[in-house]
């Protein structure tokens, strides 16, 4: 092989590793800068997350505070179950995919305070539960305002308890010994009883229990018949007190009386004949 072969062969070979790099090195790679997460964790506190960055431009800018966009893709979240069979809740770790990220637009500083402009600076920011943030994964990238992307992309841990999310089977038989109960946990809602049904033997209605059979009365229907005693005849009483001349009762009387009278003179007659 002449020397001139040899030349064209090298010279072909390094243009196809030329472009072999273009096209297996991602384009983020060439990415103007660097930024860094100075901790790849960040423990909720009172509902928020602080997070702490590192950002490193080609050169110093312009200005001395920039707007830089910061991107949060969710790619797995925390989730706090409930189960059946299970009387507290699970943690369970939820992939997420396609997720439309979470754009926050930051002023970040690259002077000190005499007013000098540096080409790198530390920043931190916090995240809010209240902006839709969660316990979870998340995909990060820095941005500037006119959308050259900053570095490479990092990846965030956000730790923290997320609500409690009910995903128990609803049991439509309550009666079932198998089926038990587990009371609401935070802020999940119990459970609503079934109703139990009437038994076979109840009566439809209000429930009350309806009387069978022929039982005596509490009291004798002869109980309501007058006696011979309260039959008598009382004589009534006129307003003076004394008797009315002329009745039957009076006349009884007066004959009784005349009678004794009569007897009594003649047992004297019969004694002093004696005498």
């Given at each position: 092989m002449s020397h001139r072969m040899t030349q064209r062969l090298l010279r072909l070979f390094v243009a196809a590793w030329a472009v072999a790099l273009l096209v297996l090195v991602p384009a983020r790679a060439f990415a103007a800068g660097t930024f860094v997460l100075k901790s790849k964790e960040a423990q909720e506190v009172?509902?928020?997350?602080?997070?702490?960055?590192?950002?490193?431009?080609?050169?110093?800018?312009?200005?001395?505070?920039?707007?830089?966009?910061?991107?949060?893709?969710?790619?797995?979240?925390?989730?706090?179950?409930?189960?059946?069979?299970?009387?507290?809740?699970?943690?369970?770790?939820?992939?997420?995919?396609?997720?439309?990220?979470?754009?926050e637009s930051l002023d970040v500083g690259f002077s000190d305070a005499r007013g000098k402009i540096f080409a790198g600076t530390t920043f931190d920011f916090g995240l809010a539960r209240t902006r839709g943030y969660e316990a979870g994964e998340y995909k990060v990238e820095l941005r500037t305002s006119d959308g050259q992307t900053i570095g490479t992309p990092q990846t965030l841990t956000l730790k923290g308890d997320?609500?409690?999310?009910?995903?128990?089977?609803?049991?439509?038989?309550?009666?079932?010994?198998?089926?038990?109960?587990?009371?609401g946990h935070d802020a999940g809602a119990k459970v609503a009883k079934n109703d139990d049904p009437p038994p076979g033997d109840t009566p439809a209605g209000n429930g009350e229990v309806t009387a069978t059979g022929n039982a005596q009365p509490f009291i004798p229907p002869d109980a309501y018949n007058k006696t011979p005693e309260e039959n008598?005849?009382?004589?009534?009483?006129?307003?003076?007190?004394?008797?009315?001349?002329?009745?039957?009762?009076d006349l009884a009387l007066g004959l009784g009386s005349a009678a004794v009278v009569g007897l009594l003179v003649l047992a004297r007659r019969k004694k002093r004949d004696r005498a």
């Open positions: 009172s509902g928020a997350w602080h997070i702490y960055v590192s950002i490193n431009l080609p050169k110093a800018p312009s200005v001395p505070h920039q707007t830089m966009r910061f991107l949060f893709t969710k790619t797995m979240v925390y989730e706090r179950t409930l189960v059946d069979g299970k009387n507290e809740p699970q943690n369970t770790k939820i992939a997420m995919q396609n997720q439309t990220p979470s754009i997320n609500p409690v999310v009910d995903r128990r089977a609803i049991a439509f038989n309550a009666k079932d010994p198998s089926i038990k109960k587990i009371e008598i005849q009382v004589k009534p009483k006129s307003g003076c007190g004394c008797l009315v001349v002329g009745s039957s009762g």
